[in-house]
Antibody, heavy 118, light 108 residues
Framework: QVQLVQSGAEVKKPGASVKVSCKAS????????MHWVRQAPGQGLEWMGI????????SYAQRLQGRVTMTRDTSTSTVYMELSSLRSEDTAVYYC???????????WGQGTLVTVSS | EIVLTQSPGTLSLSPGERATLSCGAS???????LAWYQQKPGQPPRLLIY???SRATGIPDRFSGSGSGTDFTLTISRLEPEDFAVYYC?????????FGGGTKVEIK
């Protein structure tokens, strides 16, 4: 069965960077695009960007351009999301989510809480 | 960017009642690339509906989606206790992907 397992919670200081991993299993890693979505405490869902695990091409939300980088390692079926120049507003649960049926997000990781605090 | 507006913000209903949730788009959603997700506290979202009206695998038939263009609806025919949650619509027809602000379905 499809599983997306994310790395553990992180606490970072303002200005630092964080890198969250998402290890996929149960399917052919390179066949499906992967998205990153975040959710601030008590708030809604915000799309961050997408990576094609096959070629590594990416597309990011404009408001995060320049701060977010998504990469993948096909040897371990893992995608990564790195966010730099962290600020308090980046405190959120970060999810990876795999495309499924016609592009909707059919499978989600368990989420990784990133807390930005001095 | 397509802005999705969900209404109402909160829906207070009793088990067994019918829930009707709305999602309006600022521009037409291409090819009905509209999905609905359910989220419970401490859990990731769960895909319910894709393509505006197709149920995802394992989703009970009390959940149904309809609509096209700029107006979409999620209907829960008879609320079960496990259906009380927050529901989000999402368009994935154009970049950036966007989500609505959510509708909380709470027990009356």
């Amino acid at each position: 069965q499809v599983q997306l397992v994310q790395s553990g919670a992180e606490v970072k200081k303002p200005g630092a960077s964080v890198k969250v991993s998402c290890k996929a299993s149960g399917y052919t890693f390179t066949n499906y695009y992967m998205h990153w979505v975040r959710q601030a405490p008590g708030q809604g869902l915000e799309w961050m960007g997408i990576i094609n695990p096959s070629g590594g091409s990416t597309s990011y939300a404009q408001r995060l351009q320049g701060r977010v980088t998504m990469t993948r390692d096909t040897s371990t079926s893992t995608v990564y999301m790195e966010l730099s120049s962290l600020r308090s507003e980046d405190t959120a649960v970060y999810y990876c989510a795999r495309e499924g049926l016609s592009g909707s997000l059919g499978y989600w990781g368990q989420g990784t809480l990133v807390t930005v605090s001095s | 960017e397509i802005v999705l507006t969900q209404s109402p913000g909160t829906l207070s209903l009793s088990p067994g009642e019918r829930a009707t949730l709305s999602c309006g788009a600022s521009q037409s959603v291409s090819s009905s690339y509209l999905a609905w997700y359910q989220q419970k506290p401490g859990q990731p979202p769960r895909l319910l509906i894709y393509g505006a009206s197709s149920r995802a695998t394992g989703i009970p038939d009390r959940f149904s989606g309809s609509g096209s263009g700029t107006d979409f609806t999620l209907t829960i025919s008879r609320l079960e206790p496990e259906d009380f949650a927050v529901y989000y619509c999402q368009q994935y027809g154009s970049s950036p992907l966007t989500f609505g602000g959510g509708t909380k379905v709470e027990i009356k």
